[in-house]
């Protein structure tokens, strides 16, 4: 009975934490503002002014036209949805700028109703004529290193919630997503904090998000016995929940961290890898090895463990399955939103990040086996492997596909994942 | 407040044809997840797949649409089989993912520049579904009142829409009371046991996974004729979401339920926004928060969406109309 | 076919001098040969050889863990074994999926009840009739194909449920019974298949005495009809009161195997098995009864 209380006060508290969001909050660009083409033009990291960019509709009808300002930005309204071509007026680059591309002077791209689409010329040395395939390799492998690490930091809460508690969490994106917009708040809006800073404040507050709707939502209803496809529910509108009211707040477009923007690359051999995308690898290598440490040595880790194999036999061998439970959703949360702060440096912080990465997380966690951190460890490397690597011979838009690929092959020859057990029968 | 252009809004959208597309795709998930236990969390690629076969044969091929629709629904069982054959051996969550997995990536491929020849890429196609509105037989105009009228064109797609829905519906009816689905009913309940019984359970859970995917194909195929043309942002995973939402908004594993729900679905959805756009263009609201919703009902109506799933499963797990005694039993 | 035991009695009698794990059979209609199933290192089936006399109802008893149930997925092929063969009426079934096995006539029931929870008992019944016309999707649709079929089929589910004494619940959600009710309707449902094996898993388990009986009843009634009868069973009253034949496992292995009133006596499974002090654990039994 102080089930159903909590829990009725629980939904109210949700509907007054959104509404006073509504009533505080302060608006940033929206959905539907109005359809329109915007970018940042930055040369070296630097911003680069006064620079003209013109938009042309279907036909050729002059648009609009734009000049960089001092923070390089950018922005030309559209008069409606369609399909436009934009060109940058390479005559009005400082000395010595030229574009990355030179093919990539004019862009058609299509605008739907209400978005604001950002546009991307991107200036620097012309791209030396196409690296040699073993180059391209390299670099892909590196890059797949770096996703592999990600997506399974990632991936881990998703899996151990699965295995402690049958729970298909749809929400984890959500928390990746909150972790690196936490941290861009942190960082690049209003405080201006340095990103390692913001990021570890981030991490604190999604991880106590990720403890807060266990402990306040998820646990009162296990308690009711709700079914398996109730909870999936559950996630799926918490999700939809979480993700729009991050795009009330943050808007469509995509930010960027203030601080090691852009970087020089160091060079090992055939490797290529900016300093920050080096500290991003090992400090994800070092989480990893110690979440492993964690679960193989601490007392904790090891009740994971126990719980995650069975949860009946835990139960009934004297560990306090619920509070296991409470500490997996905190350091999944956690670890969740320290992936989404490393992609967010990496490439963006956007509203969507972390849905996107969800399909990758998913397929990681499916590949490395349900319900194991190990499995998500190892899916996660190898659907960043997988993914990267195929770049090399394929369009990178589609690299997705491999991981559905690779996914769908380990399944038929290994259903229960490569790490998974299987269920018994009888 | 102007409750007469709240409600025709409502009205328009709960009958419209999206409600009937809604309708069809949660037809499609009933069977699937309602009566075969499986749960699809693709359903959206299936609708994308069936709208694209058809755009792509008239639009790009230059065929009839008479073909294309075929083909769009031959693309939905060729997918079903794809997607069953190696996951619908495994465990129900496994097949889950990987159905979520699997239409996001396709249309993430469909819009792909290396597919821009045949999809249109970011672009979509046009202008497709000219034979469909050559045989509209309807006068021009508007029909209706108020906010709540259909232009003639739209009039006729839901005729053609809401009949499907119909068909569709008592398709799946006889399906169920026959004894082919008294075995798929009885796989939802329990897989092994049906194995025991010497009935190859991933040949019927395949059959149940191709017609509860045509007929969101089907769903897919309305979509491009209303819109007389196709886009990939209409297929995000959310489309999947949406029509979930609807099928538990009405109930499953009922004949109604999925009807019902998509038209309470739209019916709410864009009672929201339409009231939300009331309220800020009526100046009620102080500047701030009405700058806030301005141009934001979308977002708004979504995150009410995730509360009201949420509170639903807390409260009434069993859907709005479902009994509560058969929740209980399995699941 | 008699249902008497039909164990020849000079085998017997050498079974009872060296009671060596999988003796040979009059007539068996299953025999499994070196059947190897390992768990990460723990071998949870290891068995060289083993018969069940057709005709016979055939007990297995062992402690828990010691492999029963794993044996039963194996030879119904609900799981594949690292190695071995088994043979049902001489016809090999290794890599045959768990349908095509029960359609030859071996069919089984699960530890835990599998009741079709929201499907009425008898559509639970009538789910399980062979090859029925209306079961294939290209004739769901065409009613008056499939309409005597399923008259006949209802009919003779409705006999079924007259005999296991459910016939008043015919209508009802097959989850609204009770636990024992449950097993009850799940052998009826394995009769309904048409079986020539039937292996039921722990049929007792967690039934009240009353309905114990009564499925005993029920067991020697079907192997009177001719049906072979495999059954795990921790009651040793119940072992002792039906059984013709009992195989003892543990640890994966078949310690020994004989008739009733041999197999209690052996050392060896009084050990593994019914423990040390036998008095105590019979007059448990008693006391329950
Ligand atoms: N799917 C499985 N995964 C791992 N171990 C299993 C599995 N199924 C059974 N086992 C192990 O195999 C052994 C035999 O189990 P089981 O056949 O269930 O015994 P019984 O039915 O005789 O009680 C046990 O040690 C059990 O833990
Ligand atoms: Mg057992």
Same mark, same amino acid.
């Given at each position: ?198 990021? =570890?404040?981030?991490?604190?507050? $999604?991880? %106590? &998000?990720? /403890? +807060? *709707?266990? !402990? ?111 500490? =997996?959703?905190?350091?999944?949360? $956690?670890? %969740? &939103?320290? /992936? +989404? *702060?490393? !992609? ?83 | ?331 | ?289």
């Amino acid at each position: 009975m102080s089930n159903a209380r909590s829990l009725r006060s629980v939904v109210a508290l949700v509907a007054v934490a959104v509404l006073s969001l509504f009533l505080f909050g302060s608006a940033q660009a929206q959905d539907g503002e109005g359809e329109a083409f915007s970018g940042t033009l930055r040369f070296g990291g630097e911003p680069v002014e006064g620079v003209r960019i013109s938009v042309v509709g279907a036909n050729g009808e002059a648009v609009g036209e734009a000049v960089t300002g001092a923070d390089g930005r950018w922005r030309i309204e559209l008069p409606g949805p369609g399909t436009y071509r934009a060109t940058i007026d390479t005559d009005t680059l400082p000395e010595g700028v030229t574009l990355r591309d030179p093919e990539r002077q004019t862009l058609e791209v299509t605008v739907t109703a209400g978005r604001s689409r950002p546009l991307i010329f991107a200036l620097g040395e012309p791209v030396s004529r196409g690296p040699n395939v073993g180059e391209k390799l390299a670099q892909a492998v590196l890059n797949g290193v770096k996703f592999g690490l990600i997506i399974a930091m990632c991936a881990i809460g998703l899996s151990l919630i699965f295995g402690l508690t049958g729970l298909i969490n749809f929400a984890h994106g959500e928390l990746v997503t909150l972790g690196a917009i936490l941290a861009w708040y942190f960082n690049a809006d209003t405080f201006g904090a340095p990103l390692i800073l913001a990021g =570890v404040l981030a991490v604190v507050v $999604a991880g %106590a &998000a990720g /403890g +807060g *709707v266990e !402990f306040s939502l998820l646990r009162p209803l296990r308690a009711r016995r709700l079914g398996m496809f109730q909870f999936m529910v559950v996630t799926i509108g918490l999700s939809l929940l979480a993700r729009h009211v991050m795009l009330l707040f943050f808007g469509p477009d995509r930010e960027r961290y203030i601080d090691y923007a852009l970087q020089a690359e160091w060079t090992f051999g055939p490797f290529a890898v900016t300093p920050r995308d080096f500290t991003i690898m090992a400090l994800s290598a070092v989480i990893l090895i110690g979440v492993a440490v964690f679960l193989q040595r601490a007392r904790t880790g090891k009740a994971i463990r126990a719980v995650a194999d069975n949860p009946e036999l835990a139960e009934s061998s004297g560990i306090d399955v619920d509070r296991v439970v409470l500490v =997996v959703w905190v350091a999944g949360a $956690a670890l %969740a &939103a320290v /992936g +989404g *702060v490393f !992609f967010g440096s990496v490439e963006a912080v956007d509203w969507l990040m972390g849905f996107r990465l969800l399909l990758l997380m998913f397929a990681a966690v499916v590949l490395g086996g349900l319900g194991t951190a190990y499995g998500a460890m190892v899916g996660g490397l190898l659907i960043g492997l997988v993914t990267e690597v195929s770049t090399v011979w394929a369009s990178p838009e589609i690299k997705a596909v491999f991981a559905l690929g690779v996914l769908v092959l380990a399944l038929l020859v290994r259903p229960q994942g490569i790490l998974g057990q299987r269920e018994r029968i009888g | 407040m102007d409750f007469d252009i709240i409600f025709g809004n409502a009205a328009r959208a709960g009958l419209g044809p999206q409600a009937a597309i809604f309708a069809l795709a949660a037809i499609g998930l009933n069977l699937h997840f309602g009566y075969a236990g499986l749960l699809n969390f693709g359903q959206v690629g299936f609708m994308m797949l069936g709208a694209y076969g058809t755009a792509i044969v008239v639009a790009t091929w230059g065929g009839s649409l008479w073909l294309g629709i075929p083909f769009g629904l031959g693309l939905c069982v060729a997918f079903a089989l794809a997607l069953g054959i190696p996951t619908l051996r495994l465990r129900s969550d496994y097949f889950a993912i990987t159905t979520i997995a699997a239409a996001e990536i396709l249309r993430l491929l469909i819009r792909s520049s290396p597919a821009t020849d045949i999809t249109g890429g970011p672009f979509g196609l046009q202008a497709i579904a000219n034979s469909f509105f050559d045989l509209n037989f309807l006068p021009d105009g508007r029909f209706g009142w108020g906010t709540f009228s259909y232009s003639s064109n739209q009039l006729w797609v839901m005729i053609v829409a809401w009949i499907l829905v119909v068909l569709c519906s008592a398709l799946v009816l006889a399906l169920i009371r026959s004894p082919w689905g008294r075995v798929v009913r009885a796989i939802r309940e329990d897989e092994d046991a049906v194995l025991s019984l010497g009935k190859n359970t991933v040949a019927y859970k395949l059959q149940a996974l191709v017609i509860g995917g045509v007929i969101g194909g089907l769903a897919g195929v309305i979509d491009a004729l209303q819109q007389s043309g196709v886009g990939s942002e209409n297929f995000e995973p959310q489309v999947t979401f949406f029509a979930w939402a609807a099928l538990i908004l009405g109930g499953l594993a009922t004949t109604v339920g999925p009807v019902v729900g998509a038209v309470l679905f739209w019916f709410l959805r864009e009672g929201v926004e339409s009231f939300i756009r009331e309220l800020s263009e009526q100046g009620w609201l102080p500047n701030a928060l009405a700058d806030f919703l301005d141009g934001a009902e979308g977002a708004i109506s979504i995150v009410l969406m995730g509360i009201g799933l949420v509170a639903l499963m807390a409260l009434r797990p069993q859907g709005i109309f479902g009994r509560r005694r058969s929740l209980h039993l399995g699941t | 076919m008699s249902g008497a035991t039909t164990i020849r009695p000079e085998l017997t009698q050498a079974a009872l001098e060296a009671a060596p794990p999988g003796r040979l059979k009059d007539d068996p209609i299953l025999i499994t040969f070196g059947m190897l199933k390992t768990f990460g290192g723990i071998r949870a089936v290891d068995i060289d050889h083993l018969e069940i006399e057709r005709g016979t109802i055939t007990a297995i008893i062992g402690p828990n863990g010691a492999g029963k149930t794993t044996l039963f997925n194996l030879l119904t092929g609900f799981d594949r074994p690292d190695r071995g063969s088994w043979r049902l009426d001489g016809r090999l079934l290794g890599g045959l999926p768990p349908h095509r096995i029960a359609r030859l006539g071996m069919v089984r029931t699960f530890q835990l009840t599998k009741s079709l929870s929201r499907l009425t008992v008898l559509e639970n019944m009538a789910v399980a009739a062979q090859t029925q016309r209306g079961e294939r999707l290209e004739r769901a649709l065409l009613r008056w194909l499939w309409q005597p079929e399923e008259a006949r089929v209802r009919e003779r589910a409705q006999a079924l449920l007259e005999r296991f004494g459910l016939a008043h619940m015919a209508g009802d959600q097959a989850g609204t019974l009770s636990g024992g009710q449950r097993k009850l309707l799940e052998m009826a449902r394995a009769l309904m298949a048409d079986p020539t094996l039937v292996m039921l898993d722990e049929p007792t388990a967690g039934v009240n005495p009353a309905l114990t009986e009564s499925l005993l009843e029920h067991i020697r009634d079907l192997n009177a009809e001719g049906v072979t009868i495999v059954f795990v069973e921790h009651n040793m009253d119940v072992v002792m009161d039906i059984s013709d034949w009992v195989v003892v496992m543990a640890q994966g292995r078949i310690l020994t195997e004989g008739p009733p009133q041999e197999v209690v006596a052996n050392e060896e499974v009084i050990d593994a098995y019914l423990g040390r002090p036998r008095d105590t654990a019979d007059g448990e039994e008693e006391g329950d009864a």
